[in-house]
Every structure is written in C-alpha cells, then in structure tokens.
C-alpha cells in the first residue's frame, strides 16, 4: 500500500496578516498558492479602502464574501445542462433520422 504522506506535502502560504501551515495534495500546490494570493489580494483592496472605518473582523467578511460572489458567478456561467438537454434532442431527432 502506497503511503498518503508521500502525496502530501507542507507549505507555508501567507495570507493578509497571517502565515498558515498547511498539509495539501501535491498536484494542488498551485491552486493553493493562487488562491491566498487572491484572498490576499480582495482582503489589502478592502483595507485600503475601510481601514479606520470598519472593524478588521468586517474587512475579512466583506473579503469572504467577494469570494463567494466570484464563485457563484463563475459555477452559474459553467452550467451544463441547457447544452445537455440541446445535445440529448439533437441526438435522438439523429438517431429517428438513421432508422
């Protein structure tokens, strides 16, 4: 049996003001480093606009939520299933028309 250990491997990603430890699949290094970049990113862009005026525990909170909202636009832009069911038709009118 293969060791999972051996897939894994430790990284130390810094995000905002804070530096993680974390225990990831190999293949996925990129994945996370580009994203604490990008919380990294939304989370300084909101600083600079609402520091002094939003608390830091409100800042993190709209940064999440940024997040999300990119996520949700991004997984309704990839839904398949209008094309599936065009695919399904056309499939079925062609499969009438070969017999």
Same mark, same amino acid.
Not at 2 to 23: A, E, F, G, P
Not at 42 to 50: E, G, P
Not at 64 to 88: C, F, H, M, S
């Given at each position: 049996?293969?060791?999972?250990?051996?897939?894994?491997?430790?990284?130390?990603?810094?995000? +905002?003001?804070?530096? @993680?430890? /974390?225990?990831?699949?190999? =293949?996925? *290094? !990129?994945?996370?480093?580009?994203?604490?970049?990008?919380?990294?990113?939304?989370?300084?862009?909101?600083?600079?606009?609402?520091?002094?005026?939003?608390?830091?525990?409100?800042?993190? +909170?709209?940064?999440? @939520?940024? /997040?999300?909202?990119?996520? =949700?636009? *991004? !997984?309704?832009?990839?839904?398949?299933?209008?094309?599936?069911?065009?695919?399904?038709?056309?499939?079925?009118?062609?499969?009438?028309?070969?017999?």
């Amino acid at each position: 049996m293969v060791d999972q250990t051996q897939d894994k491997l430790q990284i130390r990603l810094h995000v +905002y003001d804070t530096d @993680l430890s /974390v225990r990831i699949p190999r =293949e996925d *290094e !990129e994945y996370y480093r580009k994203s604490a970049k990008l919380i990294d990113d939304i989370v300084n862009s909101y600083t600079k606009i609402f520091k002094g005026r939003k608390s830091d525990k409100e800042i993190l +909170y709209m940064a999440l @939520l940024d /997040v999300a909202l990119r996520y =949700e636009k *991004e !997984e309704g832009k990839n839904d398949t299933q209008p094309y599936n069911e065009i695919l399904e038709k056309l499939t079925a009118e062609i499969e009438d028309a070969l017999k």
